[in-house]
C-alpha cells in the first residue's frame, strides 16, 4: 500500500493527510500527525474524503452539445471547439464578452493559468470565482481598514488566546478543527468565548456569553460594543494613536449606537453587550472570529470594517494571537484570490488599473496587450450572459446552478448564454447546460499547492493516475491556451507554474516547492530565505497606520412583512460541503443526512400546525420549495434556517439577487419567507 501526503479538499483549515492507494485506487485515508494544523486529527468530511474520486459517476470523457444533446467527443475536439468560438467572440463582439470562473477547489497554478488566460490569451478581467460569494467583504473591508484581506493569526494562536469573539461562525461545523481548539481552549485554559449569532449552534454551549443577535444587525451590535468601550474609557489611547488614523470620525458614529438603542435593533440586552464589551477590550490575548455570517449582506463590507474598528480600538491586531480572523472557506479559496482569481487584480493584490503592473505582466507573459477596464463578478457575469452582453462562459470547478442566489433568474442566464464551457468531476447542475463538458481529474490525481485560511500555502500531491481520460486543470487550460495561439504556457509540472507564480508575486516571492516539503508556509514570504508570517501588521499595518472607517447600520433589503412574515437564514451542515457533488456521493456523509430540511422554532411549528418530519411548503418572492420541517430552538420565533446543499430542494431558489455596492456579495443570509402545511 502506498501513502502520499496531501491536503484535504474540503475546507479551509487545510488539515494534512495521506491518500492510501492500493495500486489502481484509493481506499483510505489517514491523518498526518505531525501536521501543525490537524496534528493527527480529521473530520468525518477529512476522513472520508476519498470516497468520491472512486464514484461511478465521475465524468469520463469530453461531451459536447449537438442537436441538443451532450454527446462524446474526443479531447482534440472539445479543445478545438473552445478555441475556436471563444476566438470567434473576441474578434466579432471584443473580448469583454467573454467571462471565466476560476475554482476555490482547484490549485492555485491552476487558478494563475486562469487569469494568465483569461488576461493574456483572450484580453479580459472577466474573471473571478466562489471568493465572491464568500469573503469578497472581507478582502474589501479588511484591505481598506488594515491593507490586508487575510486573517491576521495563525491557527495555532488559538491555543494562546484567553478570549474569542465568535460571529457568523458555526466554527465547529464549518472550521471543525479550528472549532476544536475553540473548545479546548474554553474548557483546558478557560479562555472566555462571547459569541454572538442569530442561532444556537454547538459553540453555544462553550460560550460565555451567547447574544442571540437578530439576523443582518451586525453594524449596530458592534457599534454599540464600541460605544460601551468608549463611554467606559477602555479605547487603547496609545495604539490609537500611534498605529492608527481616523479616530475622531469613528467616535463621533459610533456615539449614536447606546446600549437602549442597539437592544431595541438588534434583540442583544443591555448587560449582554456591556459584558462583551468589557471582556473583549480587557484582555490582551483577544480574537474576533467570523465567516459568512458576517459577510453574505448587502451591508457585508461595512461589517467587516466595523469588525476592524474594533479590533483597531482596542489594540488587538499586529499581535501574537490578538487580530482579525475571517475563516476562508474552501479548501484553497485564500489561494485563488492570492494568484488573481478576481477581476481587479493580479496575483498578490497587484491591481489590474496600474499601468506599472501591467507592464510587468505584459513583460512576464511575452503580450502586448493587457486589459486595463475592472472585469466583472460572478454575479454580474450571469446579470450580463442574461442581456446578452457575455457570449461565452468557461467554468472550472464551481456549481453555480445551486450556489448562486435566486436560481430561477440564474438558469435564464444559463439559458441564454451562447456558449458555456463547464469542467468537473461530475455532470453538475450547472454542467447540464453547458455546450462543452470537460472532464477534470480531483485533487488526489494532481500535483499542486492549495492555501488555508491562515495563509499557509501546502502542497498536494499525486496519489493515483488520473481517473477515465479525465486530465488535470493545469493541463487542459495550457492546451486552450495553446489552440488559442498562445505560446507562453507550456510547463512540464505544476513546480515550473509555482516558479513563475513566485517571480511575479511578491508575496510568494520565496516559494518553491523544495521549501514547501512537509507542511508548507504562511505568506508574506517575500524571499528564499523568508521563513514565512505567522501574524500580520506586525509593528504597523500593511497599509501604514490602521484607518478607522465608521459605518452605520443599515437594515437588509428584505424585511419579514404580513406577506412573507418569516426571516430565512442560509448555510451549511457539518455532513456536507456546499452543493454535494462530493459528499452527496460519500455514503457515510449521505447516510447522516439525506435529505433537506427546514429549522423551525417549536413556537412556530405549534402555530402552524407541523411536527418534525411533516413536509411544508417554503415560498419567497423569488420561488417556492417543498421541505421537511425540523422543529429546533436552534432558530429563534420567526426565524428558519435552511442549508443549501439539497438540488431537490435548492434553498438557492428562495434567496435573493440583491449585492453589497462594494463587495458584489449576494445577501445569502437574510430574506423573507411564507411557510405552509403541505
Ligand atoms: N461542513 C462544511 N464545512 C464547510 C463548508 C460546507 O459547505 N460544509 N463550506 C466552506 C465554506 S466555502 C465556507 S465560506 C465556510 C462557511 O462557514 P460558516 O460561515 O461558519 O457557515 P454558514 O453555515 O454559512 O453560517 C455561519 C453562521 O452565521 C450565522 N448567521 C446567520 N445570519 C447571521 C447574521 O445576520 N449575523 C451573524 N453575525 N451571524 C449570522 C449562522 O447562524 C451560522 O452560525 O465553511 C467552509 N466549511
Ligand atoms: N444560499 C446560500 N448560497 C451560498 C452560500 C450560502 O451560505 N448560502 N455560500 C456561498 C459560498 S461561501 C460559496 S464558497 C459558494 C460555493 O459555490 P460553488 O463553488 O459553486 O460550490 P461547490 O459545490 O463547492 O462547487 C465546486 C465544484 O468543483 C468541483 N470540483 C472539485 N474538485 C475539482 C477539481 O479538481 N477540478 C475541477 N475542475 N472541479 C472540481 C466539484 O465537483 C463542484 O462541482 O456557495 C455560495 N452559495
Ligand atoms: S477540518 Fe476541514 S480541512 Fe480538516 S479534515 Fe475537516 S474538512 Fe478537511
Ligand atoms: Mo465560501
Known sequence: MARTLTTCIYCGCGCGLYLESDGSRIISTVPSRNHPVSRGSLCVKGWNSFEFINSRERLTEPLIRRNGKLVSATWEQAVGLIAEKFLSYKNRYGSDSLAFLTSAKATNEENYLMMKLARAVFGTNNIDHCARLCHASTVAGLAATMGSGAMTNSVDDFDKADCFLVTGSDTTGQHPLIGSRIIKSVLDRKAKLLLFDPRKIRLSKY??????????????????????????????????????????????????????????????????????????????????????????????????????????????????????????????????????????????????????????????????????????????????????NIKGIYIVGENPALSDPDLNHLKKCLKNTDFLVVQDLFLTETAQYADVVLPASSFAEKDG????????????????????????????????????????????????????????????????????????????????????????????????????????????????DDDYPFLMTTGRTYWHFHTGTMTRRTSVLDREIPENFVELNPEDAKTLDVKTGSMVCVTSRRGSIEVKAKVTDRVSAGSVFIPFHFKESAANLLTIREVDPEAKIPEFKVCAVKIEKV
Open 449 to 560: 499547492t492549495f492555501t488555508s485560511t491562515e495563509r499557509r500555502v501546502q502542497r498536494i500531491r499525486k496519489a493515483m493516475e488520473p481517473a477515465a481520460s479525465s486530465v488535470p486543470d493545469w493541463k487542459i487550460v495550457c492546451s486552450i491556451a495553446k489552440a488559442a495561439g498562445y505560446n507562453g504556457m507550456e510547463y512540464n509540472d505544476p513546480s515550473e507554474i509555482m516558479d513563475e507564480i513566485a517571480s511575479v508575486t511578491p508575496i510568494y516571492g520565496g516559494i518553491t516547492y523544495s521549501r514547501l516539503d512537509p507542511f508548507g508556509l504562511q505568506w508574506p514570504c517575500p524571499d528564499k530565505e523568508h521563513p514565512g508570517t505567522p501574524y500580520l501588521h506586525k509593528g504597523k499595518f500593511t497599509r501604514g497606520k490602521g484607518l478607522f472607517l465608521p459605518v452605520e447600520y443599515i437594515p437588509s433589503v428584505e424585511q419579514p
Open 207 to 388: 460560550a460565555h456569553l451567547h447574544a442571540q443577535i437578530r439576523g443582518g444587525t451586525d453594524a449596530a451590535w458592534i457599534n454599540g460594543l464600541m460605544h460601551v468601550i468608549i463611554r467606559d474609557g477602555l479605547a487603547a489611547d496609545k495604539y490609537i494613536s500611534e498605529r492608527t488614523e481616523g479616530y475622531e470620525d469613528l467616535a463621533k458614529v459610533v456615539k449614536r449606537y447606546p446600549p437602549e438603542y442597539v437592544e431595541e435593533v438588534t434583540g442583544v440586552p443591555e448587560s449582554i453587550l456591556v459584558e462583551a464589551a468589557h471582556i473583549y477590550a480587557e484582555t490582551e490575548k483577544a480574537m474576533i472570529v467570523f465567516a459568512m455570517g458576517i459577510t453574505q449582506h448587502t451591508t457585508g463590507v461595512n461589517n467587516v470594517k466595523s469588525l476592524a474598528n474594533l479590533a483597531m480600538l482596542t489594540a488587538h491586531a499586529g499581535f501574537p494571537a490578538a487580530g482579525v480572523n475571517p475563516l476562508r472557506g474552501q479548501n484553497n479559496v485564500q489561494g485563488a484570490c492570492d494568484v488573481g482569481g478576481l477581476p481587479s487584480v493580479y496575483s498578490g493584490y497587484q491591481k489590474a488599473g496600474d499601468p506599472a503592473v501591467r507592464s510587468k505582466f505584459k513583460k512576464a507573459w511575452g503580450v502586448d496587450f493587457l486589459p486595463d477596464k475592472t472585469g466583472l463578478t460572478v454575479t454580474e457575469i450571469f446579470a450580463h450572459a442574461c442581456m446578452g
